[in-house]
């Protein structure tokens, strides 16, 4: 007869639902008016709790009981016992009300945080006036809060290579360190086994760099390495149709959110129409990331031409490249090589698109580079020219580069890495631990010894030699320190993966210490891209690593903790002045925060730079704070990235100089907090981020409470 009756369950929800139906027919195509209906909760539970908590700091646990049944009921609410938390005794608190038709009712707890991570849960139960609550139970209610400890996270990850070959066992003993001054109770260690070079990135490709993002440059970290990932899951036939899938998803999103274009003239820059012009390193970078993803998502071809229209008219009579735009990466700033450094990186982005050999843009821009290059001096332009050449197949101008980077090569325990001159990175802006920059143009050296038109009987044992030194620099996702060396690095990884692919082989991997740990993973051709993870129970610890078989297995050990922040400036400098209103108990309290910052290192100016708040438990970032009101009103072009914000508030800066810069925002309390907690800021270099500066002052402590509550 034409109609159809259809039975659905709406979702458990107080809410008002619009329903929409169409039908298809052979002759056409049928749309119903859409109608409406409310669902509602005869009897639901509300708890209300800040987002994170410091270890020690004390709140207001809220539990409402909203009833909209027709008869009145006694309910009982309770907050279940867990060791994560202390409830203090209240004698005049009630656990019991009556509650009537559309009434509510708040139970109140405080409670205090004791562990690192919590969770509470809230029962609560309902009857009939005349029973004494002898009637139907709700169920437990659960609510995750995250419980913190105000101390920087540190995480050290470890990659150890294991050959075993001919049913061999082979075996590395395993340490795990901590500092003196690691927070109790905050460490966590644990160990992943896969038996392929790149199966960490691919696990994670959608966050490889645990940094914020925003400006262009950054946000191509999203989109250039998978597709060195897909090329490389290829070539080596390992690419599923739901690997497939998740990658080109990841790709779409990371064309959804590329580089703005710089006015009408198809270049790209690093913060859009502010910026006023196009910038030459970031446009090269996108139109070959562009040209090179053509292959699994679609890209339209014009923005690829307009780009390369652009850089072919900021080409300089000598062949080289004007440099447009800021620079915000590290090495190609304050060097005399600059023209010729911003000149390889553009000539190697061409080739990677397929610019013809022979046409115009390319020849000029080789010769430009060919009458340079025995007048270079500095170790990274050495490294990309070098690609540059072996891409070009100027075997006789990439083997001379290759040889002067030998004799700067450093080599250790099988290892071999570059890294730049005292006198190109001064020793007042080194981290602990890998430069970025080391780790980038050591990637390119690998790829320009992989790209060479003919390969010497040694040049794998060398390739080997540096890729066993950028696996130990990966951080436990897979990726680097920063963007661009994450970029270069992953890309060099993926051609020595395909470069030495086998699908022979597997083994037994063992993890075994003296205190009784012990787990076993098996790694074969239909496990190779499966990354296989274990929490280590004992940290500090000894541990050993114990392969049986014929395979290459790759063991990556991480540890993370909390240490109290650094005192001492190295790179900047950083004050922090706070100012406390509306503290009568009618209006929103809200804490004004002054951020003073300088830069304090061997350059004249910074490279970009983050500066990081964490905000106070319990309050949020102000609707109407002057950081947001003031953003786009300044010369010096602050980009605002906001993200977790009830936890962290993040802003980019261009650069900062020896003069201090001000930067004042308002925080609201939206629930009060006993015992809190301060809070840190943190500033540092987004390519070298290791130089950072911390300010522990964002708080009021007692005084706090002793002023407004």
Known sequence: NGSRSVQVTAPAAAADWKVKAFCLAGRGFGLAPATSLRTVQPFFVDVTLPYSVIRGETFVLQATVFSYLQQCVQVHVALAKSSDFQVELCRTCRDRECLCAEEAKTFMWNVTAVQLGMSARVGTVMGNLKTEVKGSSVPFISASLVSLVRCIWFEFSCYTFILSLSGNMAEEPVSLHLPDNAVKGSARASISISGDLLGKALQNLDHLVQMPHGCGEQNMVLFAPIVYVLQYLEKTRQLTPEIKERATGFLRNGKDNRPPLAP??????????????????????????????????????????????????????SGCFATKGTLFHSSLKGSVDDEISLGAYVAAALLELGQPLKGKLMQMTLRCLQQAVHNVTNVYTEAVLAYAFALAGDYETTQELLYKLEEQAIKSGGQIHWSPKPSSLASTDSWPGTQS??????????????????????????????????????????????????????????????????????????????????????????????????????????????????SCVFAQTVLRYHEPPPRDAVTFTLRVNTELTNCSQADVRVLTVHILASYIGSRVTSNMVMVEVSLLSGFTLAPRSRLLENIQAREDKVAMSSFSPSLIISFHLHKLNDESQTFTLQLEQVIQIKNLKPASIKVYDYYQPGGLQISPALGLGAGFQVLCL
């Open 264 to 317: 009408l003239d198809g270049s790209y820059s690093v913060f859009g129409q502010q910026d006023g012009e196009g910038n030459t390193w970031l446009t090269a970078f996108v139109v070959k990331s562009f040209g090179q993803a053509r292959k699994y998502i679609y890209i339209d071809d014009k923005n690829i031409q307009d780009a390369l229209r652009w850089l072919e008219q900021n080409q300089l009579p």
């Open 437 to 550: 920059v080391d780790v980038e143009l050591t990637a390119y050296v690998l790829m320009a010894y992989l790209s060479k038109p003919r390969m010497h009987a040694g040049d794998m044992t060398t390739a080997g030699g540096i890729v066993a030194w950028l696996a130990r620099q990966q951080n436990a996702y897979g990726g680097f320190a920063s963007t661009q060396d994450t970029v270069v690095a992953l890309q060099a990884l993926a051609k020595y993966a395909a470069r030495t692919f086998s699908t022979s082989g597997q083994a037994l991997v063992r993890v075994k210490s003296q205190g009784g740990f012990g787990r076993a993973f098996q790694v074969n051709r239909q496990k190779r891209l499966l990354v296989q993870e274990a929490a280590m129970a004992e940290d500090p610890g000894q541990f050993l690593l114990q392969v049986h078989g014929s």
